[in-house]
């Protein structure tokens, strides 16, 4: 069996970027736990959001699945929603 180390290096080794990608869907999975965790704090479901946000709530199940390319504005919006307030951490 191969470790994991082994792995990433044999797949480095076929496409470049791989443990960039990897990397970049971690944050992306972060993000949508910490919104999910968020929301389910406030105590509100997701079609409640969608009511807030003026959305359907398959928009906010898609949004929370993972956001790609998301604007700030949109999440402003959802955390509004919610009734939190969005911040920006560059570390």
């Known amino acids: 069996?191969?470790?994991?180390?082994?792995?990433?290096?044999?797949?480095?080794?076929?496409?470049?970027?791989f443990s960039a990608q990897v990397a970049e869907e971690l944050e992306?999975?972060?993000i949508s736990d910490n919104l999910k965790a968020a929301r389910k704090a406030a105590g509100m479901t997701q079609a409640e959001v969608a009511g807030r946000m003026h959305v359907n709530r398959s928009y906010v199940a898609q949004f929370e699945s993972g956001p790609q390319n998301v604007k700030v504005s949109t999440l402003i919006r959802y955390t509004a929603a919610i009734g939190k307030r969005m911040r920006l951490e560059v570390a």
């Open 1 to 17: 069996m191969k470790t994991l180390d082994q792995f990433e290096k044999e797949q480095n080794a076929k496409y470049p970027d």
């Open 28 to 30: 992306r999975l972060e």
